[in-house]
């Protein structure tokens, strides 16, 4: 059986990769897996926890997560996909208005 710290250190490693993604790329699609790094390190942190200690209530929480990620991400891409037919790039720092 794999120790908790194992678990919690992978997710750590996760969530440094996610947030540096997060805080140095200028890509949008990056900047968006970056997030679900993230959020998939919470998923790991909920379900070893909640294994440990013998509750199921971290892996309701980690599929509630899932259904959230799975809409942000359906909205993400409807979003990005009209700004490349705008605008046709997808750098933050040239994307600073969006009309509607």
């Known amino acids: 059986m794999v120790p908790l710290g194992w678990y919690v250190l992978l997710s750590v490693v996760l969530f440094v990769i996610g947030a540096?993604?997060?805080?140095?790329?200028?890509?949008?699609?990056?900047v968006l897996m970056s997030?679900?790094?993230?959020?998939?390190s919470v998923n790991i942190n909920?379900?070893?926890?909640?294994?440990?200690?013998?509750?199921?209530?971290g892996q309701i929480f980690?599929?509630?997560?899932?259904?959230?990620?799975?809409a942000e991400v359906a909205v993400?891409?409807?979003i990005l996909v009209a700004l490349v037919r705008n605008r046709a790039t997808l750098k933050i720092d040239d994307v600073t208005l969006m009309k509607g």
Request: hydrophobic share 65%; aromatic share 12%; proline share 0%.
């Open 20 to 30: 540096a993604g997060v805080l140095l790329r200028r890509n949008i699609l990056i």
């Open 35 to 40: 997030l679900e790094l993230l959020l998939n």
């Open 46 to 57: 909920f379900i070893a926890f909640g294994h440990y200690y013998d509750d199921l209530r």
């Open 62 to 70: 980690a599929i509630f997560v899932i259904a959230i990620t799975a």
């Open 76 to 78: 993400a891409l409807g």
